[in-house]
């Protein structure tokens, strides 16, 4: 069901240092199987390789130190900029938050068509304990949390080639999506949003590849002290925005097809 040997490459972009003790340690199962990139974006704190492997991985790793604070949309973009312009190999890519958890990287046997492999995700919100009890036993089901179906770039297996062509066309559309953010006073999960946007890209571009889903937990997701808000305006207003996003994408992905005589 599974291959052996893709090439996986997993990105984190982080603010503050001390939240790779959550993600690190857990991906030491994963060294040989998983190249590491990690984006510093915060030039205040430098990261150093030796800090990594104190961290608990020791695997291989690409550390980039941001010159400038950069936003989490930023950091993102270049994260995988930098894999591209290094020509890292890389058949598949995943995005680890962090303070997140990764607990399986593997990778079933798709066709070509799929671009993006949907996993569950656990989401732990009560217990800073919980955190210690994660186990890769859990990607056939989380004794504890709040275990379904993760639509979000963190987490999820993408198509190296289809991220690469999405980040440029995302990159190249800046100056329009900070203008729909500025008009929110609510704070938009940038992962979901990449992910919404990304799926619309694709129907556009490659209306013939899709994601698939699979009834596996892969990752967990840490929001110790982050419980869903109950605000229905403000859930609303996120909604909306990350619906205006995606249209935003899908109109321009379509007409620069048009424009291109594709």
């Not at 704070?187 to 698939?212: K, Q, T």
Request: charge should be positive; proline fraction near 5%.
């Amino acid at each position: 069901m599974f291959n052996k040997k893709p090439h996986i490459t997993g990105i984190i972009t982080v603010l503050d240092l001390d939240a790779l003790r959550i993600s690190l340690p857990r991906l030491r199962k994963f060294r040989g199987r998983l190249s590491l990139v990690i984006y510093n974006r915060n030039p205040n704190q430098k990261l150093s390789h030796r800090l990594v492997q104190r961290f608990g991985w020791h695997g291989r790793t690409y550390i980039i130190n941001s010159e400038k604070t950069l936003n989490e949309l930023e950091s993102t973009l270049a994260a995988v900029e930098y894999i591209q312009s290094k020509k890292i190999p890389c058949d598949w890519i995943i995005f680890n938050g962090d303070t997140d958890v990764i607990i399986d990287v593997g990778v079933p046997n798709v066709n070509d068509t799929t671009f993006a492999i949907v996993q569950d995700a656990t989401t732990i919100y009560e217990s800073v304990t919980d955190v210690f009890k994660i186990s890769t036993d859990w990607v056939n089901g989380a004794p504890i949390g709040k275990t379904g179906p993760h639509f979000d770039i963190n987490g999820t297996m993408i198509r190296a080639n289809i991220l690469f062509e999405f980040s440029k066309f995302v990159q190249d559309m800046l100056p329009d999506i900070y203008n729909l953010l500025s008009q929110t006073k609510y704070s938009v999960p940038i992962s979901a949003m990449l992910w919404a946007g990304l799926n619309a890209f694709v129907r556009a571009r490659h209306p013939e590849m899709s994601p698939i889903y699979m009834n596996r937990t892969n990752y967990v997701a840490v929001q110790i002290g982050r419980t869903p808000s109950n605000n229905i305006v403000m859930r609303r207003t996120i909604s909306a925005t990350i619906k205006k996003f995606t249209k935003m994408i899908e109109t321009a992905a379509t007409q620069n097809m048009v424009a291109d005589g594709i």
